[in-house]
């Protein structure tokens, strides 16, 4: 074995407390690419496979009532390539032992002519054969524990009916099932099922005719052509406006998590690529500074300046090839268990999770990088360092006063605090990095921990400040205002708030965005909208409220007009002026006036639904199984129901991804502490050995270095503060989609905890590193030249 490659491995053995930390490090970059990046292609590849295999549809419209010999039409128009013709409505269900209200949407299965398009994939049972007989959604079913062969209750068209669970399944339609007007899933009270068209048609008196469709193109064509003609050809019939994949709640909840994954995976990469970086930069700087007498020895010696320079970045390569093993099995192992949550969040028949060769790939690059970056400045002083002057030990550090002592406060410090301050202010490179990699730790982990508090946020917003009610009612189809008098005519309700809802597509110039106009009563108080300070915002006389993030979206502010057309009614185009933004988290909507809404659709004093609040919890039930029984009641919601659900999808799902990267975070902190505490005693092993031979007492010497540790950690909270901010704030940016926003919340709290957890590691490394300066032997530290 060549002599480069003995003192090679030899360095390695007595760096290993180092390589551990980098190895640390390393893991966790490698373990986070490969998590997120491994469940990015996961869903993206599953997406792909599910929507090819089951015809996932291109083109969706629905109508109030439609005869099916519209069909030959329908298919004939430019660029379709199929069509089905479908029968849907909304059902209230009961399901025994169970009291909360309960929705489902019921789907025709296809029939004759159909181009047999959002398959439904079958996990247990059989296609629906007699009448009564129905397929349920996999979700649903699992959050009550049904199989093939229960039954539940339905309300059909106000007609009760029990129903037959022939079969259990999945269809791409539904990913992400959700009632309609929201943007999260309740499983447990929302439910989708499959019939046969002809029972389906029956029951809700659609017998010859149908409401809703889907389409799939021909390749080439234009989808905004196919949906002006379908709006053309459906608004004799109450068409509410055609729309293309991209505006599919599914499609964009997915296309939306797909973006966050993208954000998260290129942010923490960059993160913890630049952390390993640091710490091999300090790591081998130290090493070739302490061994420039044998760097000049081996230039003597005959070792050109090459050789010289690839035995240093051999090494560095090493220690950071340490962690891609071990990375790419925790990443493995990581990306799989949250790949498991994905199953169940969105409604995937299976999951395409692998460890690509091209991870493989990338988790190499990963460690390459970091070991060029990190140590290029080292090598560059290896390669530039002459034998002559090499051989000569460097100047000693200039004497002078601390600051401290300047001030006149020396006095006021023993000599173990004037040693401390004085070795921190004359070595400022050597604090600064320390400080920088510490603050690292710091900052990443005030990152990681801050979406805890930004879901809480969330919740307390808008379900504390902005959404008071306690059930929301929603209607099949627009009622008179003679609704809202029976609504509060119901035991137990103490208040009802009635809204209009519109299907509208905003324009303004080339940009628009397809939305739901809301119209809000008078002094309304159980849905209120908010500014940006979370003041209630009134609904004004003329003219919309765009949301904050739709009016960016299209580039609207106060004052401007924009071109509202409605989807429903008689569907015409209108300028509208923007009264004013308000602020919300979740969705992109626009506001006004009831009475506005009323007015520009040129209807009387219809409503879509109402907000009511209960006299008491305990009325919840009654008040259900009350408008269970209502036949034009399309849903109920349940606002804390509603919350529990958030909870249990959203949050969990974001905060088990959230964990993983804490959990990673911290070893971050711990890697860039442990290097530094033990950089610390190899710098200054010699003048520690001379405080023991000169007196000091061990606890002395070990409160010296733990001192200097614990200084290091105190001085890295203000930037590692600051550094976590500007993270999380460019983190939120990432993970902002149409559907909803995360709030950048940075609780003193979760800068307490960071800073706790870093000074604990700081704590631990500080004991870890004392243990091996009790083992120094003095005699030998002594003896090493100067």
């Known amino acids: 074995m060549r002599a480069l490659h003995l003192k090679l491995w030899r360095e390695l053995g007595q760096l290993r407390g180092q390589a551990l930390a980098i190895a640390a490090v390393m893991v966790a970059g490698i373990a986070t690419m490969v998590m997120a990046q491994g469940n990015h292609r996961a869903l993206s590849e599953t997406r792909a496979r599910y929507y090819a295999e089951f015809r996932f549809a291109e083109v969706f419209a629905s109508a109030r009532r439609a005869p099916l010999s519209l069909g030959e039409a329908v298919r004939a128009l430019p660029g379709v390539r199929g069509a089905d013709l479908r029968v849907t409505g909304f059902a209230n269900l009961e399901v025994a032992g169970f009291d909360d209200a309960v929705s489902g949407r019921i789907m025709s299965l296809p029939g004759p002519g159909d181009a047999g398009l959002n398959g439904v994939f079958l996990r247990e049972g059989a296609l629906p054969v007699a009448e009564h007989e129905v397929v349920l959604g996999e979700a649903f079913a699992r959050a009550h524990g049904l199989r093939p062969g229960d039954t539940l209750d339905a309300v059909l068209n106000g007609r009760r009916q029990p129903l037959a669970i022939s079969g259990i399944g999945l269809s791409p339609e539904f990913i992400y099932p959700v009632r309609p007007g929201e943007i999260f899933p309740d499983f447990k009270r929302f439910g989708v099922l499959w019939m046969q068209r002809e029972a389906l048609a029956s029951a809700f008196d659609l017998e010859g005719a149908f409401n809703d469709l889907a389409l799939v193109l021909e390749r080439g064509a234009r989808e905004d052509d196919v949906i002006d003609?379908?709006?053309?050809?459906?608004?004799?019939?109450?068409?509410?406006?055609?729309?293309?994949?991209?505006?599919?709640?599914?499609?964009?909840?997915?296309?939306?998590?797909?973006?966050?994954?993208?954000?998260?995976?290129?942010?923490?990469?960059?993160?913890?690529?630049?952390?390993?970086?640091?710490?091999?930069?300090?790591?081998?700087?130290?090493?070739?500074?302490?061994?420039?007498?044998?760097?000049?020895?081996?230039?003597?010696?005959?070792?050109?300046?090459?050789?010289?320079?690839?035995?240093?970045?051999?090494?560095?390569?090493?220690?950071?090839?340490?962690?891609?093993?071990?990375?790419?099995?925790?990443?493995?192992?990581?990306?799989?268990?949250?790949?498991?949550?994905?199953?169940?969040?969105?409604?995937?028949?299976?999951?395409?999770?692998?460890?690509?060769?091209?991870?493989?790939?990338?988790?190499?690059?990963?460690?390459?990088?970091?070991?060029?970056?990190?140590?290029?400045?080292?090598?560059?002083?290896?390669?530039?360092?002459?034998?002559?002057?090499?051989?000569?030990?460097?100047?000693?550090?200039?004497?002078?006063?601390?600051?401290?002592?300047?001030?006149?406060?020396?006095?006021?410090?023993?000599?173990?605090?004037?040693?401390?301050?004085?070795?921190?202010?004359?070595?400022?490179?050597?604090?600064?990095?320390?400080?920088?990699?510490?603050?690292?730790?710091?900052?990443?982990?005030?990152?990681?921990?801050?979406?805890?508090?930004?879901?809480?946020?969330?919740?307390?917003?808008?379900?504390?400040?902005?959404?008071?009610?306690?059930?929301?009612?929603?209607?099949?189809?627009?009622?008179?205002?003679?609704?809202?008098?029976?609504?509060?005519?119901?035991?137990?309700?103490?208040?009802?708030?009635?809204?209009?809802?519109?299907?509208?597509?905003?324009?303004?110039?080339?940009?628009?965005?397809?939305?739901?106009?809301?119209?809000?009563?008078?002094?309304?108080?159980?849905?209120?909208?908010?500014?940006?300070?979370?003041?209630?915002?009134?609904?004004?006389?003329?003219?919309?409220?765009?949301?904050?993030?739709?009016?960016?979206?299209?580039?609207?502010?106060?004052?401007?007009?924009?071109?509202?057309?409605?989807?429903?009614?008689?569907?015409?185009?209108?300028?509208?002026?923007?009264?004013?933004?308000?602020?919300?988290?979740?969705?992109?909507?626009?506001?006004?006036?009831?009475?506005?809404?009323?007015?520009?659709?040129?209807e009387g004093g219809a409503l879509s639904g109402a907000w009511l609040a209960l006299e008491a919890p305990e009325a919840r039930a009654g008040v259900v199984r009350e408008l269970r029984d209502w036949p034009r009641v399309a849903a109920v919601a349940d606002r804390g129901a509603t919350i529990r659900s958030f909870r249990d999808t959203i949050a969990r799902t974001m905060l088990t991804f959230v964990f993983a990267i804490t959990a990673m975070a911290a070893s971050i902190a711990a890697g860039v502490v442990y290097n530094s505490a033990r950089i610390t005693l190899a710098e200054r092993g010699r003048e520690l050995a001379s405080l023991r031979v000169l007196g000091y007492t061990r606890g002395e010497v070990r409160g010296l270095l733990f001192g200097e540790l614990l200084a290091l950690a105190f001085l890295a909270l203000l930037p590692g503060f600051a550094l976590g901010w500007g993270m999380s704030a460019l983190l939120v940016g990432g993970l902002a989609t149409d559907l909803y926003r995360i709030p950048l919340v940075l609780a003193p709290s979760g800068f307490a905890i960071a800073g706790l957890i870093v000074l604990a590691i700081t704590a631990l490394a500080g004991l870890l590193v004392v243990r091996r300066l009790d083992r120094l032997d003095l005699v030998a530290v002594l003896k090493t030249r100067e």
């Not at 990469?269 to 420039?292: D, K, P, Q, S």
């Not at 010696?301 to 390569?317: C, I, T």
């Not at 290029?376 to 002459?386: D, E, K, M, Q, Y």
């Open 229 to 602: 003609a379908l709006d053309d050809l459906l608004a004799p019939y109450g068409g509410t406006g055609a729309y293309g994949r991209s505006d599919h709640v599914s499609w964009q909840l997915l296309d939306g998590e797909l973006a966050q994954l993208g954000a998260m995976s290129r942010m923490f990469t960059v993160i913890f690529l630049g952390v390993a970086a640091f710490l091999l930069n300090v790591v081998m700087g130290r090493l070739i500074g302490a061994e420039r007498e044998q760097i000049a020895l081996l230039k003597a010696f005959g070792y050109g300046r090459w050789q010289v320079a690839v035995h240093y970045g051999q090494l560095a390569l090493l220690l950071a090839a340490v962690g891609v093993l071990p990375g790419l099995a925790l990443g493995a192992w990581a990306g799989r268990a949250i790949a498991d949550l994905y199953m169940e969040y969105f409604s995937f028949p299976f999951l395409q999770w692998s460890l690509r060769p091209s991870l493989v790939l990338a988790a190499v690059a990963f460690a390459a990088g970091a070991a060029a970056i990190g140590t290029s400045n080292g090598l560059r002083r290896a390669w530039a360092l002459p034998p002559a002057e090499a051989m000569r030990p460097e100047a000693p550090s200039t004497f002078r006063t601390t600051l401290a002592e300047r001030l006149g406060l020396g006095r006021l410090l023993d000599p173990t605090a004037r040693m401390l301050l004085r070795n921190l202010e004359r070595r400022p490179l050597r604090t600064v990095l320390s400080v920088a990699g510490i603050g690292m730790g710091i900052g990443v982990l005030v990152m990681a921990g801050f979406m805890g508090g930004a879901m809480d946020r969330i919740v307390d917003v808008q379900f504390g400040i902005a959404q008071r009610d306690d059930l929301t009612v929603t209607f099949t189809d627009p009622v008179s205002a003679r609704a809202a008098q029976e609504l509060a005519a119901l035991p137990g309700v103490s208040a009802v708030e009635p809204f209009r809802t519109a299907a509208v597509r905003l324009r303004n110039g080339h940009r628009e965005y397809r939305t739901a106009l809301q119209g809000l009563p008078d002094g309304a108080t159980l849905r209120r909208v908010l500014d940006r300070d979370l003041r209630p915002v009134a609904p004004p006389a003329q003219g919309l409220l765009l949301t904050d993030h739709l009016g960016e979206l299209l580039a609207l502010r106060p004052g401007d007009s924009v071109e509202v057309e409605f989807l429903e009614g008689h569907r015409h185009t209108l300028q509208v002026p923007v009264a004013g933004l308000v602020s919300e988290y979740l969705g992109l909507g626009a506001y006004a006036h009831q009475d506005t809404v009323n007015r520009l659709l040129g």
